[in-house]
């Protein structure tokens, strides 16, 4: 790939980097057939610039190693790489979300070990964010889910259905105590 097609994607990525809708702009053909492969030719050409990885797990043009991507430009950009932190700190709290979110039906959709790992990359990741109001909240959130996950665990020890009014009746005592 030429100086321009790298220039013009450059351009483009750059521009798109902190919008909403930004998978309506770049449509399947413009990733496939220029953003994708200038991208990975600048990985090859420029190993040490950690803007196409960036790129590559932000927009998710390789979804099954995006988290990959999206490593390989926090490792190399370190504490600069707020876009990468974010995306990928959004990427571990949905994993959690979506291994809790059938608890109800006493259906825990991961394994635990892997999530113990992920709060904990989580926390480190949320700790390298610079913006204190988007912290704030991904704390919080990253909370409801260590909060969720000790629970399981308490649970999962103890019973084998109804997690749901359990926590509850656990919550209460909580309270109680206080």
Not at 7 to 12: F, N, Q, S
Not at 56 to 71: A, I, K, M, P, T
Not at 140 to 146: N, S
Request: glycine share 4%.
């Amino acid at each position: 790939m030429g100086h321009s097609a790298t220039t013009a994607v450059h351009g483009l990525v750059a521009a798109c980097e902190r919008e909403e809708e930004v998978h309506e702009l770049l449509i399947h053909p413009l990733n496939e057939r220029l953003l994708k492969p200038v991208l990975k030719q600048w990985m090859n050409d420029l190993p040490e610039d950690v803007r196409p990885y960036r790129w590559f797990g932000v927009f998710s043009f390789e979804e099954d190693n995006r988290l990959e991507y999206l490593q390989t430009a926090i490792d190399r950009g370190g504490r600069q790489e707020q876009l990468a932190i974010e995306t990928m700190i959004r990427h571990l709290l949905n994993w959690l979300w979506y291994a809790f979110h059938h608890l109800n039906e006493d259906l825990y959709l991961s394994e635990t070990e892997d999530d113990a790992e992920t709060l904990k990359e989580t926390r480190l990741l949320i700790d390298q964010l610079d913006d204190s109001v988007q912290k704030t909240e991904f704390m919080e959130e990253w909370q409801e889910h260590a909060r969720t996950y000790e629970l399981w665990l308490r649970f999962s020890k103890e019973e084998t259905a109804g997690f749901m009014e359990w926590r509850e009746r656990q919550e209460k005592q909580g309270e109680n105590k206080q």
